[in-house]
T-cell receptor, first 111, second 113 residues
């Protein structure tokens, strides 16, 4: 089973920030948090990852709580093209790096 | 930006036939994966491959499935005798050493009739 829980769906107005939460209360010290998104039936697309510090790249920001039990993915100015299923995944930093996908959050960006 | 390439994009096969799904991972990546997604369901791990051998496989990856890296560039998934329930999107992925994310291909839609 997935080690993360996410809301099933969310709506966001175009141009506004989309904040997608993820709970990973059983995360261990050597597990990273990864975020991916899947548009229709395309292959999942990597967005961002982090261990304990907040991270930002050209796509999004990742905020990880100090106890690392939850995180939030922030899309600062959502566009219609950001409509997708967003997956939060925890994975070890060694070994096979296998992912266990949950059901994700279906984000709908509204015009 | 480097891509993982999968062919074909769509394959239709008769039940009981063998299929080979092909993938070209990113050239300097060392870890290779196959995942599948049955329509409307979660993305499921099938197998991971490192250093020319399977490093982990799921319960789904039974004796009907095999993987191969026949040369330095291709990574294939073979299903020996397809069943109706093998119908799904199959995604190949690769990653580099370290905590970097995967790069997934765009998938092969397998339809078993």
């Amino acid at each position: 089973d997935a080690k993360t829980t996410q809301p099933t769906s969310m709506d966001c107005a175009e141009g506004r920030a989309a904040n997608l939460p993820c709970n990973h209360s059983t995360i261990s010290g050597n597990e990273y948090v990864y975020w991916y998104r899947q548009i229709h039936s395309q292959g999942p697309q990597y967005i961002i990852h982090g261990l304990k510090n907040n991270e930002t790249n050209e796509m999004a920001s990742l905020i990880i709580t100090e106890d690392r039990k939850s995180s939030t993915l922030i899309l600062p100015h959502a566009t219609l093209r950001d409509t997708a299923v967003y997956y939060c995944i925890v994975s070890y930093t060694s070994g096979t790096y296998k992912y266990i996908f949950g059901t994700g959050t279906r984000l709908k960006v509204l015009a | 930006e480097p891509e993982v390439t999968q062919t074909p994009s769509h394959q239709v096969t008769q039940m009981g036939q063998e299929v080979i799904l092909r993938c070209v991972p990113i050239s300097n990546h060392l870890y290779f994966y196959w995942y599948r997604q049955i329509l409307g369901q979660k993305v499921e791990f099938l197998v991971s491959f490192y250093n020319n051998e399977i490093s982990e496989k799921s319960e789904i990856f039974d004796d009907q499935f095999s993987v191969e890296r026949p040369d330095g560039s291709n990574f294939t998934l073979k299903i020996r005798s397809t069943k109706l329930e093998d119908s799904a999107m199959y995604f190949c992925a690769s990653k580099d050493t370290g905590p970097y994310g995967y790069t997934f291909g765009s998938g092969t839609r397998l339809t078993v009739v």
